[in-house]
């Protein structure tokens, strides 16, 4: 897991906005790598502040919050790439960009911000979601906004203990990774 200083240093090492973005949407809204790839210009809905996932996991629609920063963030990209028909689009316009560019994009970052953890995307998305639950987030909510079908998924971020300083989560990475599949 990500503290939320590790994931504040990653999502803002890069100097190239488009990986800043991409890395800055899986965090804020909980995405999987396949769905954050699969959006496109229209799923935002920022009138609303939602963020509309189509066939995500599951074959399950779904629409999750974001903030006014990461609107901001969305626009400042828009109007810097122009994307035609995905809304992160690979080396030729209208291609889709791909998985593995996409965690190259994540390494780059670790190396930049100094965090010597063996993260993947999907530690990311897992952050968000216990961070969510350290700050007293309905871990049926939380069950809502990653899309997740059985509450025992969701449940195994619950494997946290209270101690005197603040939450300390008692599972390890291959707990977290197995329980995620």
């Known amino acids: 897991m990500l503290s939320k200083e590790e994931v504040a240093a990653i999502l803002s090492a890069s100097p190239n906005l488009k990986h800043r973005t991409m890395l800055s949407l899986i965090y804020a809204c909980g995405l999987r790598r396949s769905e954050l790839l699969a959006l496109t210009p229209s799923s935002i ?29 969305l626009r400042e990209y828009y109007k810097a790439y122009r994307p035609k028909v995905w809304l992160f689009e690979g080396q030729e316009p209208g291609e889709p960009y791909s998985e593995t560019s996409l965690q190259k994009v994540l390494k780059f970052s670790l190396n930049l911000a100094n965090v010597n953890k063996p993260a ?24 809502e906004l990653l899309g997740h079908k059985s509450s025992r998924t969701t449940g195994a971020i619950n494997h946290c203990r209270i101690e005197p300083n603040g939450m300390m989560c008692t599972l390890n990475a291959a707990t977290i990774h197995s329980a995620y599949r």
Not at 123 to 129: E, F, G, V
């Open 45 to 73: 809905d920022s009138k609303r502040h939602m963020l509309v996932i189509l066939y995500a996991k599951g074959k399950k629609d779904r629409m999750v919050p974001i903030s006014d920063k990461v609107i901001g963030m």
């Open 120 to 143: 993947t995307l999907h530690w990311l998305r897992h952050s968000y979601a216990t961070h969510l639950l350290e700050s007293g987030t309905d871990l049926r909510y939380i069950q």
